[in-house]
């Protein structure tokens, strides 16, 4: 992958502007032949922002006033890539009244004027795709009201972008990306007149992707669990605008979604989110549900792994973890260090969770997310279980990352149990990280033990070097479990546990065998969407290994006084500008 600022890359953005004016030159389209069923689900929340003039993109708040959207100064690449991609057309048209398609059609026909010839940042082939999606699905909504000479335009750039796609599509990176330029190229070949001819090749290109993207797994080569529903959702668009348009839904692209389906079952917790790792947040609320429901594949991953990661449910409980080596080379420039972390939740509740990427709160939260520390698991020394490195499109690859991470998945006398372990600490420590996770059958308690072993001969004479610069002090390790920030957390028994108060009203304990000190300490949850990261806390356990082999043991369960079911009717409130 090519660096943004390399002779590759710019060149990559020459041609990008070269195929954009050349195809304000093709002949327009005059109107639809058919058009997909409208498919994105749009935050009325944040509808009711745009249209009072709040735009809140990439993390920055931006208060216009009377200011157009095209008019306001982008405070940073990724606000500016939002606003080209038109994602925000679907809060508009969730809000769907008289003021929301005023504001719409304004910003759409605005852009027109003043990009649709060729010019400015959005003309790469990921956020063309994403936009052609976008005014296709929302047709309706816009045109409505509008006179011949403005649908004239509609139809005119919506052609010249199809153009452009079926020209630059191959120059986007593999994956998400390119994802997104083929499925646009789908829609419009299939939605307008004269463009029929686009759509057999973009849907084999589809369906080549989808075979080198999407493994045997039902996963995607960055391991992030937003971008694969992402990737999801936009297949099973694609396949759903083929068929109806009655073509022939190619073989690889059906098997590729029913692999990613039972995948993303896997990685969702009991609240109906997603596993937050590698970059990934929650997903936008309801995404996921209706991206299920629309791929009509109704199958769940058999035992073992799922993209690397491991799922014990029970009850109201479940837990993911981490389970597998992390990315490597491209695909991890935006991945993390959180081998064998794990996110615990409760019903409708997260309880214990990964601090999540930072990517939209600047590049210094970016590269804080993705340690070690800021993930609910061990770290040694003040390490990273990997280590970045330069060489990212976007910032820094991992590298010295974890190479071996066996996992065990088996039923033990009460419940479910995972033993797993990674070498990430073999080559500075000495140490391999073993972790064992014990859920009972009722998802009421869950008991943990996290050791720290030299192996063998090698690396107990490396731990033995470790040990000298330490001056026979010991290796200090932290364990820690990052809570969400509705978590209510207070030190109790003179000290000997941490009680946490949930909203839906239950309450977890959380001890350990004492042979580490445990702190409460601040965190952060670092969240899409916001304006800051919110505060939060993390219990810390904290120790020294001083031997070949160390164990801290610890438990997290249910107050014996919470009730077994409970009705969780308190209602969380969108705020956009916390």
Not at 172 to 188: M, Q, S
Not at 245 to 273: C, F, K, N, S, Y
Not at 308 to 320: C, E, M, P, V
Request: charged share 25%; proline share 5%; hydrophobic share 40%.
């Amino acid at each position: 992958m090519a660096h943004p600022d390399g002779i590759a890359a710019r060149w990559t953005r020459f041609l990008h502007r070269v195929y954009a004016r050349l195809s304000t030159r093709a002949r327009p389209a005059t109107g639809f032949v058919s058009q997909p069923e409208p498919r994105t689900v749009g935050n009325f929340a944040r509808g009711r922002q745009l249209i009072a003039g709040n735009y809140l993109f990439a993390g920055y708040l931006v208060e216009s006033g009377k200011t157009g959207l095209w008019d306001v100064a982008a405070p940073a690449p990724r606000f500016e890539e939002e606003l080209q991609g038109f994602v925000w057309l679907d809060d508009l048209a969730a809000v769907g009244d008289a003021a929301a398609r005023a504001r719409a059609q304004d910003w759409l026909w605005g852009w027109i004027e003043r990009y649709g010839r060729g010019q400015g940042p959005g003309w790469t082939p990921d956020l063309t795709g994403r936009r052609v999606i976008r005014w296709i699905h929302h047709a309706i909504f816009v045109l409505r009201g509008q006179e011949r000479d403005a649908s004239d335009a509609f139809y005119q750039s919506l052609a010249q972008q199809t153009i452009f796609l079926s020209r630059r599509w191959a120059a986007t990176t593999p994956g998400l990306p390119r994802f997104e330029a083929l499925t646009g190229l789908v829609y419009a070949g299939l939605s307008l007149q004269g463009m029929e001819r686009h759509v057999a090749p973009a849907a084999h290109a589809l369906e080549r992707e989808c075979r080198r993207q999407v493994d045997d797994q039902g996963g995607i080569p960055t391991r992030n669990p937003e971008e694969l529903l992402e990737v999801f959702t936009l297949l099973t668009w694609a396949a759903a605008a083929l068929d109806e348009a009655g073509h022939a839904v190619q073989p690889e692209l059906r098997a590729a979604i029913e692999r990613i389906a039972p995948t993303l079952r896997t990685l969702r917790h009991a609240d109906g989110g997603l596993a937050r790792f590698h970059g990934g947040g929650r997903g936008l609320d309801g995404r996921l549900d209706a991206a299920l429901a629309a791929s009509g594949v109704k199958s769940r991953a058999p035992g073992g792994l799922s993209m690397g990661f491991a799922r014990l449910s029970a009850g109201r409980t479940s837990i993911i973890v981490d389970a597998a080596p992390p990315p490597r080379g491209p695909a991890s420039r935006d991945a993390h260090a959180s081998t064998l972390a794990f996110e615990l939740t409760s019903g409708r509740r997260p309880v214990v969770v990964n601090c999540g990427s930072g990517a939209s709160f600047g590049q210094e939260w970016r590269r804080a997310g993705r340690a070690t520390a800021s993930h609910s698991t061990l770290s040694l020394a003040g390490y990273s279980s990997a280590r970045l490195g330069a060489g990212g499109a976007r910032g820094e690859w991992l590298t010295e990352a974890p190479a071996e991470v066996p996992i065990e998945i088996a039923h033990a006398s009460d419940g479910l149990r995972l033993q797993a372990g990674h070498d990430g600490y073999v080559r500075t420590h000495g140490l391999t990280h073993a972790r064992t996770l014990d859920l009972t059958f009722d998802g009421r308690g869950v008991a943990g033990e996290d050791m720290l072993v030299a192996l063998d001969d090698k690396a107990r004479a490396q731990f033995d070097r470790a040990m000298d610069q330490a001056k026979l002090g010991g290796i200090p390790f932290d364990i820690r479990f990052h809570l969400h920030p509705e978590v209510d957390a207070t030190v109790d028994m003179g000290g000997a546990a941490i009680s946490l108060a949930l909203k839906s009203g239950e309450l977890w304990v959380f001890r350990h065998d004492a042979g580490a000190q445990m702190h409460l300490e601040a965190s952060v949850y670092l969240e899409k969407g916001r304006l800051r990261p919110r505060a939060t806390k993390q219990i810390v356990l904290s120790a020294r290994a001083m031997d070949y082999a160390t164990r801290i043991r610890w438990s997290l369960a249910k107050a014996q006084d919470t009730p077994i079911s409970i009705r969780d009717v308190h209602r969380d409130e969108l705020d956009l500008t916390e």
